[in-house]
């Protein structure tokens, strides 16, 4: 998902640069740096995306925190100013805006002049996107519960195979599944059947 994401965002980004040359005489001063930046922003702001869609239970928290916290961390982190006009306190405060260390080394990259060192702003995006895969590290796992399989005596040596490598599994035989799921019935998250008998001519439809 993230890899999708950042090509797309990619993407987007270079068919906007190749549509502005059409409009207005576009230079960039570090060519090479100024793909890594793009490269840099959209991998960490996918990594960013991923991390809503885990915690996201709605189309509405979604929209949320894109609204309400992104679009004026951009809008504060120097996209149409430069931060030295601002008051020596706010200049400090906005150091703690990722979006600064992003805006700045696009700026660099294009007109060779930036309000942050460009070290300074590969270090930032680098702490950014190791944090969010950290997160999203942490809200994966969290995601794995102990499963419990349902097997049929005669053939649970092939079936085991399939789970050699999971963690946390649990094997019951079916024929004594419904004894042990009445007792363990509030411990239950969801049942999921996967498959079905070959043979349900044993079955009474009526």
Request: glycine share 6%; aromatic share 14%.
């Amino acid at each position: 998902y993230v890899g999708a994401a950042t090509t797309k965002s990619i993407m987007i980004g270079l068919i906007i640069l190749a549509v502005s040359f059409l409009f207005v005489p576009v230079t960039i001063a570090h060519p090479v740096l100024m793909l890594c930046f793009l490269m840099l922003t959209a991998i960490s702001f996918s990594l960013l995306g991923f991390i809503l869609g885990i915690w996201a239970r709605s189309f509405e928290q979604l929209n949320l925190v894109p609204m309400l916290i992104l679009t004026p961390l951009v809008f504060l982190g120097g996209s149409f100013y430069s931060i030295d006009m601002l008051p020596p306190v706010w200049q400090t405060v906005t150091l703690f805006n990722p979006a600064v260390y992003l805006i700045s080394g696009f700026r660099w990259a294009f007109f060779d002049t930036a309000d942050v060192s460009i070290a300074v702003s590969l270090l930032a995006i680098g702490v950014f996107s190791a944090i969010c895969f950290a997160v999203i590290s942490w809200m994966s796992g969290l995601l794995y519960l102990p499963r419990i399989f349902v097997y049929h005596v005669e053939n649970i040596e092939k079936k085991q195979a399939n789970f050699i490598h999971t963690t946390d599994t649990e094997f019951i035989d079916r024929e004594v599944f419904l004894e042990w799921f009445s007792g363990h019935a509030s411990k239950v998250d969801s049942v999921l059947h996967i498959g079905a008998r070959t043979n349900t001519t044993e079955q009474d439809l009526e």
